[in-house]
């Protein structure tokens, strides 16, 4: 790893902030003071320090996005922008990915981490990891729908949903929509556009606001990102 993007990556500001850093001889590797930051270190053998403080190596990586329409859940893609594309350079980790998948013109929270193991655990069906989403729906939601959901609806394709919960905040009947709210613990391909058409409705939009017991923080606009906080980390059982 280039020894500017360490130092960015563990929380010393841009690269341009980096290299006032470097310049001002505040950087040693191995204890010798260094001032290019294009030096390749091995950031978990070698020793940083920056004002004598020792730089500790971070293993694993983990962003929140709020993803925005017209980016695809994908590390690479040769027709559409992807949410690696969202990350910048400065930011970017070796092994970083998706954790699951949204649509492509869904909206919300997406986890990005290079963290294979809690992926495992978020993504799994046996684990049976609650997502929410909320959705403008072109139809009339009911009662009947909420029982449905709620004891498992089979979906096209013959294949049967697990059972979910569904809350039905509002409709408008001159308009003939509803805005509903939807939780599940599996992630079938567009699972939640599906269970909806079972039941003769279309869903307009989708958005993921919590996956996990982690929530979408709602100062966070849409395509832009931030590292987990420790608090967020311990919700998702991690340190």
């Known amino acids: 790893m280039r020894l500017d993007k360490f130092l960015s990556h563990t929380g010393f500001g841009s690269r341009k902030e980096v290299k006032e850093l470097l ?6 590797v191995n204890e010798v003071m260094e001032k290019d930051g ?24 983990y962003y929140m996005l709020n993803k925005p329409k017209g980016v695809v859940s994908a590390t690479e893609d040769r027709e559409h ?28 929270l997406l986890l990005l981490t290079n963290n294979g193991e ?26 009947e729908d909420v029982q449905l959901f709620s004891k498992g609806i089979t979906i ?13 905040k509002s409709v408008d009947e001159k308009n003939n929509t509803s805005h509903i709210e939807l939780e599940i613990v599996e992630g079938k391909y567009h699972q939640v556009k599906r269970m909806v058409e079972a039941v003769g409705k279309k869903v307009v939009e989708l958005d993921r606001f919590s996956m996990g017991g982690l929530f979408l923080d709602s100062a966070l606009k ?3 990102y931030r590292e987990l906080s420790e608090k967020e980390l311990k919700i998702l059982g991690i340190g």
């Open 156 to 168: 096209s394709g013959d294949e049967k949903c697990l059972p979910a919960k569904l809350t039905i």
């Open 222 to 224: 849409q395509g832009k």
């Open 81 to 108: 922008r992807t949410v690696i594309d969202l990350i910048k350079e400065t930011d970017l980790v070796k092994g970083l990915f998706p954790v699951g998948r949204l649509d492509k013109d869904t909206t919300g």
């Open 118 to 143: 809690l992926a495992h655990e978020l993504l799994s069906p046996k684990k049976k990891v609650p997502k929410l989403y909320q959705a403008q729906v072109s139809g009339i939601m009911t009662e």
């Open 38 to 61: 294009k030096k390749a270190i091995d950031e978990t053998q070698d020793i940083i320090t920056v004002d004598e403080q020792i730089v500790e190596y971070q293993k694993y990586t």
């Open 23 to 28: 310049k001002k001889k505040r950087v040693f």
